[in-house]
């Protein structure tokens, strides 16, 4: 079974923090994403992964960035956070191959709240 | 524009009966997958079941079905004999090579299913 790992579940943190949520998968998959979770709003995609220090923008980059140094390690940053990105964050991953039924499998998401 | 949309915020189903999630989608590419996901109050996204665009035959996994209706540009989601494990919050989402990335999927608001015993 792909096994993808969200390292914090729920966290607390202050505006204008440095904020890493880390994601880690368990099957070689080369495409990694971010996608940002919001009541009403469904996923919306932030950033997604390639390869190993390739990225991409999704939809809603601003405020965000990241770092893929190894192929199984995703990191989402939030260089200053701030309320409005209080949120649900899901990490993903998938394997290579641009066909329309690569199943993008998902982690139990991150929890993030900055007061 | 919106490319899925699920109108149904929230639904209602008695235990052991059917029901169907909405789902409409909007592409101009011939060529794309639709997906739909589970996402329990846990918050993890659990994979259902997928259609292509080309694929002759509706898509059914177990006690889930997907009904689609191409030139409707609709694919809802049927489950039968609903049980209370179903209780969750359902995403429609959908990949085409619109925008040159085929990579992501794009997701609707979702809808919100509750099972009453």
């Known amino acids: 079974d792909v096994k993808v790992t969200q390292s914090s579940r729920y966290l607390v943190k202050r505006t204008g923090e440095k904020v890493f949520l880390e994601c880690v998968q368990d099957?070689?998959?080369?495409?990694m994403f971010w996608y940002r979770q919001d009541p009403g709003l469904g996923l919306r995609l932030i950033y997604f992964?390639?390869?190993?220090?390739?990225?991409e923008k999704g939809d809603i980059p601003e405020g965000y960035s990241v770092s893929r140094e190894k192929k199984e390690r995703f990191s989402l940053i939030l260089e200053s956070a701030s309320t409005n990105q209080t949120s649900m964050y899901l990490c993903?991953?998938?394997?290579?191959?641009?066909?329309?039924?690569?199943?993008?499998?998902f982690g139990e998401g991150s929890w993030l709240t900055v007061v | 524009a919106q490319k899925i949309t699920q109108t149904q915020p929230g639904m209602f189903v008695q235990e052991k009966e059917a029901v169907t999630l909405d789902c409409t989608y909007d592409?101009?590419?011939?060529?794309?997958?639709l997906f739909w996901y589970k996402q329990p109050s846990s918050g993890e996204m659990i994979f259902l079941i997928y259609?292509?665009?080309?694929?002759?035959q509706n898509a059914t996994e177990g006690r889930y079905s997907l009904n689609f209706q191409k030139a409707r540009k609709s694919a809802n989601l049927v489950i039968s004999a609903s049980q209370l494990g179903d209780s969750a919050m359902y995403f429609c989402?959908?990949?085409?090579?619109?925008?040159?990335?085929?990579?992501?999927?794009?997701f609707g608001s979702g809808t919100q299913l509750t099972v009453l015993p």
């Open positions: 099957m070689d998959h080369e495409n």
């Open positions: 592409t101009s590419d011939p060529s794309y997958g």
């Open positions: 259609q292509g665009s080309y694929d002759q």
């Open positions: 992964s390639y390869d190993v220090k390739m990225k």
């Open positions: 993903a991953s998938s394997s290579s191959g641009i066909f329309l039924g690569n199943t993008i499998y």
């Open positions: 989402a959908m990949r085409d090579l619109e925008g040159g990335s085929a990579r992501q999927l794009t």
